[in-house]
């Protein structure tokens, strides 16, 4: 090959991959995808976290003596139904 096709592929190479990064870019569809993710894991995070400490405080203050029951258990429970019915209610609950 000559020094002029192999310029010739070069860009040709150089401009299909800078056309599918122009596409990528302007739709956003990886940042939208990492926003996305972002999003879910701390509506199911944040409300089972803090169940978590709110029943961790219970437990040590108002612990019932012979008993099994178990605040923090119970608040982190509630804490998933809550981190559910949020996500469901933003990405799928349609008006």
Avoid: C
């Avoid at 405080?57 to 012979?66: F, P």
């Amino acid at each position: 090959m000559d020094k002029k096709t192999q310029k010739e592929m070069f860009q040709n190479n150089i401009d299909k991959q800078a056309s599918w990064l122009k596409k990528w870019r302007k739709k956003g569809i990886f940042w939208e995808k990492v926003m996305l993710v972002g999003a879910i894991g701390w509506m199911i995070v944040l409300p089972m976290v803090l169940g978590g400490y709110l029943g961790t405080y219970l437990d040590k203050h108002y612990a019932v003596e012979n008993s099994t029951f178990s605040w923090t258990l119970t608040f982190i429970i509630l804490g998933l139904f809550v981190a559910i019915y949020s996500v469901w209610k933003v990405f799928f609950y349609k008006k």
